[in-house]
Every structure is written in C-alpha cells, then in structure tokens.
C-alpha cells in the first residue's frame, strides 16, 4: 500500500527557513514523479514544487528562487528546502507521488491519481 508521510512543519518568523521531509513506501519510488503542494486556509490547492524520475523540477512563481526541492532514490525520500519564508506561505504542505511520472495533468479532476500524504502544517508569523 502506497504511503507518503511528511515531517519537518512547524512555525517560523518572516524570513526564516524550515525544511520539510517526506518518506515514500509502497511504490517504485525510482521511476515516480514526487512533488510537494500547499493549501492555506480558505484556498485552493497548489502545486509547490515538482520533481520527475529524470530530475526535471517544476516551481511556482511564488516560490521559485526561495524553496528547493530534491530527492534522495535509495532513501525513498523527497525534501523541500524552504527559505525566505513569507506569511502568505502559511499553509498546509502535502507530500504528492505521481506513478505517471509528470504525464498526468495537475489539474483537480486528476487528483485522484495522486498519492497523497495527510500533510504538515508550516505557519510563518510577521
């Protein structure tokens, strides 16, 4: 059975940095795209950051330049290095796997093919 489990959230001041970490079992984590995604309180969902089997990385506008995604395959691990951090990236991070390895649309009627870990909560005060 597929399971994603997050960790590393907490609550940090305007400007600081939290790394959060995922553990992956239950799949072929070396050929599974893997990514991270973040709801606040009363938004939509998003996609945070991406990355593929081949390492191809994907960011949001709002964060790119100030968060950093990676992977480590022996470990079945994906980590998303946070800094800088704003108020507005208060929210809830899910750890996401993808089987299609980037083919499948992150559109919300796909998110179905999505694993998805229960999430860890990142809370940054001004």
């Known amino acids: 059975q597929e399971q994603l489990e997050e960790s590393g959230g907490g609550s940090v001041q305007t400007g600081g940095s939290l790394t959060l970490s995922c553990a992956a079992s239950?799949?072929?984590?070396?050929?599974?795209?893997m990514g991270w995604w973040r709801q606040a309180p009363g938004k939509e969902r998003e996609l945070v950051a991406s990355i593929t089997s081949s390492g191809a990385l994907n960011y949001a506008d709002s964060v790119r330049g100030r968060f950093t995604i990676s992977r480590d395959n022996p470990k079945n691990m994906v980590n998303l290095q946070m800094t800088t951090l704003r108020p507005e990236d208060t929210a809830v991070y899910y750890c996401?796997?993808?089987?299609?390895?980037?083919?499948?649309?992150?559109?919300?009627?796909?998110?179905?093919?999505?694993?998805w870990g229960k999430g860890t909560l990142v809370t940054v005060s001004s």
């Open positions: 996401v796997a993808d089987p299609s390895d980037g083919i499948t649309p992150t559109t919300p009627q796909y998110y179905g093919m999505f694993y």
């Open positions: 239950g799949m072929v984590f070396e050929i599974t795209a």
